[in-house]
Nanobody, 119 residues
Framework: QVQLVESGGGLVQAGGSLRLSCAAS????????MGWYRQAPGKQRDMVAG???????NYADFVKGRFTISRDNANNTAYLQMNSLKPEDTAVYYC?????????????WGKGTLVTVSS
């Protein structure tokens, strides 16, 4: 069973930056799509950003211009560079992977990493 392990969460002041990482537990599995979702307390899980093997990206409107997703396909790792963070970005961020960047095709989830943005 492949696992996704996130790291890089923490506490940051508004306007600051964080970089999240997501590593697959095995190297001989290739995900067509990898990316990030987030869930704030009491709210639904929302798509943040995703990236296909070919490099096509998809961003939620609320992070466009602030967050950047990247992948190291050789090492089955995905990253999320988060700049200009806002208090409303506070959430648990989950790494996700699957055959396509669509919720219906995601079959592997990480356990999440908490990002807290203070005002």
């Amino acid at each position: 069973q492949v696992q996704l392990v996130e790291s890089g969460g923490g506490l940051v002041q508004a306007g600051g930056s964080l970089r999240l990482s997501c590593a697959a537990s095995v190297s001989d599995v290739s995900f067509d799509a990898m990316g990030w979702y987030r869930q704030a307390p009491g709210k639904q899980r929302d798509m943040v950003a995703g990236m296909t093997l070919s490099g096509r990206t998809n961003y939620a409107d609320f992070v466009k211009g602030r967050f950047t997703i990247s992948r190291d396909n050789a090492n089955n790792t995905a990253y999320l560079q988060m700049n200009s963070l806002k208090p409303e970005d506070t959430a648990v961020y989950y790494c996700a992977a699957g055959r396509a960047w669509s919720y219906a095709f995601i079959d592997t989830w990480g356990k999440g990493t908490l990002v807290t943005v203070s005002s």
